[in-house]
């Protein structure tokens, strides 16, 4: 199915596949160019007769939960990151299927992490076919070899949600995992031994799937107050010893960068923001947990409190960084997509002000409206940046796989995309003449923070102007490369490619900007 | 068979490699690298050509490479090669790079200094880009022994092939017979200050200026080498003055309380109480030979309160300049060190003064009915060069 595909041309010039796994697929189209028509997707109508009118779902086991979900070959199944690389549960559901003989799996997780490098056996043995969703570590791995049988699609959170609305990815049986739930299946990630915050990834395959399964490890009787995902999306509820391992789900405090060039681009990205005019009274900002993003934070925080400004509300990732801001009354709210450290959850808890939200309020393309356009910046990492501004997030210049697209592409569409990098990695630049892969377009990418210096995106005439006077080593992109490429030792060799695609990459609307191909020396054994 | 490393042990050090030379039998290179699929093609050339250039015919050489830039991977070969063979008369110089020369002056600003090991590449790389006023790529105690050789060399090489950002470029060489021989390989490079370590007698340094005179004029540089000497024991303390006049190339003077304190036999504290004799008595010696008092560095990177403490108190002392060991204490130095609003006021008075008094071509400035003396003026002067730089002057000032 990998080979032999037919292939066209985007709107970026990316070559991409005509079919993805047999389904036909929609080249790019540009930047907000293609709008579906049609119905949203719709579950099954369900009955109340069906389900005990005592409200008690539970089944004894997970094995028992996926054969009344009606488990055959080639299903798909969903779940979901909240718990990152702590996550107990889907190994089990597989080994589950597997003791079931059930093959051709199709996995549609928000994201693997390297917990999850036991499914390598159901792939091998082909209890998993293939898996659609963020791969990290050894998934990645295996993918970039060329070892999966399906083509990996990677989606940005949004996408995910894109896709499950529109009809693209039809779930059979959402795994829901919960930090506490009661019996009729209403759940919160807020709470219980195996905390993680907020529930959002999972909100999607609640509504859609055909069944859906919870399982937890903290068991309240009805009602689960609050309820994150409502029971009556729920078909069967399980409850297990532990779901999760809290060190791995939230971090008990979260580390910020203490490598003297990262703090350096984190403090440059932050007096950018200022000094452009970002950062004033009511403005709004996106930074994720990197040590960059959070040390940016922390550099803003400061200016804030020196210019007297007030922020109406930040979007996590949230961490106890922006808690602070928040409780220290800088920001209004905590518009929260994931939380990352153990005071995260505690603020989610316990202020009215920290607010979970969802893929479908921050991220969705296809609704109407989404809160990532709203945001006044953002400031994002990248692996690489091209001349014209292109980023890639998955791949390293060496084609392999190394990340998940998370909220990436999304973020993108805020008013002020920045994206705060080193200019070189251990002799690897950052700054190439094109993309290896394109994740981002370079449209819609604003600022490159290195520490190098600025460059800004020739189209924000607006943010030059801004920033004309500004004590910042502002530069062209082109000269900051350049720098890179004479102290690395000249341009990096491109990596040579098979013609054996091994994963797809959609943009934020369902269409494909760009495929990744097999790096020619990773032999399949 | 014999083997001859350069590099840390480490299973992965980031930005530097590790070469292993192994001189018997026919020549042998085996490269591993974690850039492998972005350098390999001239990676490969860069290790034969490194070899050929010192005349190596035979012999196994292996990297292990975790993304060192070349003018390091050239070092660590020269290094491993010459630990085999001590009398291998080669040097493999990669090209001076054009933005690695820049001059230096004897009365620029010194107050931030950034110690980095000679033998880690990887802190090298963007220490320029935090602005410290100078880097000290120091051979002496932040370098293990087994490094010597392959610090001298990468110091070396970094001072043709690294931009530093104007940052004053200075290398602090080994006590002894060891410096004399840190200098014939760091003197004909751009290096801009020598730290001359452990300073006791002016005899040392009077032998030390005797080696760089000679080093100079056979390199025919024309750039005078500048010393900094450290004091770090009690008869250096007490022959400060001497040491501070015995060269003309000494520019400051520096005091090292780590080794001073343990020469005293007492420990350093937070209050200083111990060191204060040594300092002040550094401060007057480097004011009577008319050159800048350095102090001693602050160790403690996580207490940047502390940080700013020590260089107010230091700045109080007189001191002009402040080490560091973290990129992140440079500002905090910069900052204390910044005149107060009411010094640049009243350096400002002066300034005027003084160029009222040229204007109409007077030999004395006076202010009011005070009249003022030369080093004040210059001193004045300084001080709104200072605040100038720092974008503290107030528009209309």
Redesign the interface.
């Known amino acids: 199915m990998k080979k032999n595909l037919t292939y066209t041309t985007n709107a970026a010039g990316r070559r991409v596949p005509t079919t993805v796994n047999g389904e036909p697929a929609i080249p790019f189209q540009g930047v907000g160019a293609y709008r579906p028509e049609g119905k949203k997707y719709a579950p099954p109508i369900r009955s109340c007769a069906d389900y005990p009118e005592s409200g008690d779902k539970r089944v004894a086991s997970i094995k028992e939960a996926l054969k009344k979900a009606g488990i055959r070959d080639g299903m798909t199944l969903s779940s979901h990151h909240h718990f990152r690389n702590g996550d107990l549960v889907m190994n089990q559901v597989f080994d589950a299927c597997a003791e079931l003989g059930v093959k051709d799996l199709r996995w549609v997780p928000s994201a693997a992490f390297p917990c999850h490098e036991p499914l390598i056996k159901h792939l091998d043995s082909g209890v998993i076919r293939w898996i659609e969703g963020s791969l990290n570590g050894p998934l990645g791995r295996y993918v970039s070899q060329g070892k999966m049988k399906g083509l990996s699609i990677l989606r940005s959170h949004g996408g995910r949600w894109q896709a499950i609305q529109d009809g693209e990815i039809h779930i059979d049986i959402a795994i829901i995992a919960a930090p506490t739930a009661d019996p009729f299946g209403n759940c919160t990630g807020d709470r219980g031994p195996s905390a993680c915050g907020l529930l959002g990834f999972g909100l999607a395959d609640s509504i859609y799937a055909d069944r859906s399964i919870v399982v937890t490890d903290n068991l309240v009787p009805f009602p689960c107050i609050p309820w994150q995902i409502q029971g009556n999306n729920i078909d069967y509820v399980v409850e297990l010893d532990k779901v999760g391992d809290p060190e791995k789900i939230v971090s008990g405090t979260t580390q910020i960068t203490k490598s ?2 990262r ?2 681009i984190a403090e440059y990205t932050a007096q950018f923001v200022r000094d452009a005019g970002i950062m004033k009274d009511g403005f709004s900002f996106q930074a994720g947990a990197g040590g960059t993003a959070l040390s940016f934070a922390i550099f803003l925080k400061e200016m804030m409190i020196e210019a007297g400004v007030k922020a109406r509300f930040v979007r996590g990732g949230s961490t106890k960084y922006l808690v602070e801001m928040l409780e220290e009354g800088l920001t209004d709210y905590i518009l929260d997509g994931q939380t990352f450290d153990l005071e995260g959850v505690r603020s989610m808890r316990e202020n009215p002000g920290h607010q979970n939200t969802s893929p479908f309020t921050s991220y969705n393309w296809h609704g109407k409206g989404n809160f990532a356009s709203m945001l006044d910046c953002v400031v994002l990492g990248a692996t690489e940046v091209d001349v014209n501004f292109n980023a890639n997030v998955v791949t390293h ?3 392999q796989l190394l990340h998940g697209i998370g909220g990436w592409q999304n973020c993108l569409s805020s008013k002020c995309s920045i994206l705060a990098i080193p200019a070189f ?4 630049p950052v700054i190439v003449d094109e993309v290896t892969t394109l994740v981002g377009p370079g449209e819609l990418v604003d600022v490159i923070v290195t ?2 210096g600025i460059a800004i995106n020739p189209r924000r005439k607006d943010l030059i102007e801004a920033t004309r006077n500004s ?1 910042l080593p502002i530069r062209s992109i082109d000269s900051i490369k350049e720098e890179v490429e ?5 341009k ?2 491109k ?1 040579r490619f098979s013609d054996e695609a091994i994963s797809v990459i959609k943009w934020v609307d369902g269409t494909l900007i760009d495929t990744v191909f097999r ?1 020619e ?1 990773e032999e399949k054994p | 068979m014999n083997a001859f490393t350069s590099g840390r042990s480490a299973p992965k050090v ?2 530097d490699c590790r070469v292993t030379f192994s001189p018997q039998g026919p020549l042998q290179i085996v490269v591993r690298s ?2 492998a ?6 990676l490969k050339s ?1 290790v034969q050509e490194t070899l050929a250039a010192l005349n190596v015919m035979e012999g196994t050489l292996e990297l292990d490479d ?5 003018f390091v991977i050239q070092a660590r070969i020269e290094a491993a090669v010459k630990m085999a063979d001590p009398d291998n008369p080669n040097q493999v110089l990669p090209p001076i ?1 054009s933005k690695a020369i820049y001059g230096s002056s004897r009365t620029r600003f010194r107050r931030s200094r950034l110690y980095l090991p000679g033998d880690q590449p990887k802190l090298m ?2 220490a320029g ?2 602005q410290p006023d100078g880097i000290i790529l120091d051979l002496e105690d932040a370098v293990a022994p087994i490094e010597k050789p392959s610090a001298r060399l990468i110091v070396r090489n970094a001072l043709r092939r690294l931009d530093f950002f104007g940052a004053e470029k200075m290398v602090r060489i080994n006590q002894g017979d060891l410096g004399l021989e840190d200098l014939e390989t760091i003197i004909p490079e751009h290096v801009h200050l020598i730290l001359l370590p452990k300073i006791e007698d002016a005899s040392e340094i009077v032998k030390i200026e005797k080696k760089v005179d000679e080093l100079e004029k056979k390199h025919g540089k024309n750039e005078p080498v500048y010393f900094m000497p450290i004091i770090e024991s009690a008869r250096g303390v007490m022959n400060a003055l001497a040491i501070a006049e015995a060269s003309e190339r000494n520019v400051a003077l520096a005091i090292g309380l780590e080794d001073y304190t343990a020469d005293l036999g007492t420990q350093r504290t937070k209050e200083g109480t111990e060191s204060f004799f040594a300092r002040a008595t550094l401060v007057n010696a480097a004011r009577a030979a008319g050159i800048q008092a350095i102090d001693t560095v602050f160790s403690d990177v996580t207490d940047e309160e502390g940080l700013i403490a020590s260089v107010k108190e230091a700045k109080a002392l007189g001191f002009d300049g402040k080490g560091c060991i ?3 204490q440079i500002r905090p130095i910069h900052d204390a060190f910044l005149p107060s609003q009411t010094e640049v006021e009243k350096a400002l008075r002066i300034k005027t003064a003084f160029e009222e008094a040229q204007a109409k071509g007077l030999g004395v400035v006076s202010l009011g009915s005070k009249m003022i003396d030369a080093p004040v003026v210059k001193r004045a002067l300084t001080t709104v060069g200072m605040a100038e730089k720092a ?1 503290i002057l107030r528009q209309g000032e």
């Open positions: 003297p060039d703090l350096l210049s060496d084609g990695r251990n002799r690897i520490e190098r004590s004479e102290l690395c030792g000249g990096a060799q990596p790096v020396s | 980031p930005s974690s850039v699929s972005f350098y390999g093609d001239s860069l975790f993304g060192a830039l070349p790079h790389l963007n880009l935090h973290h990129p992140r974008g």
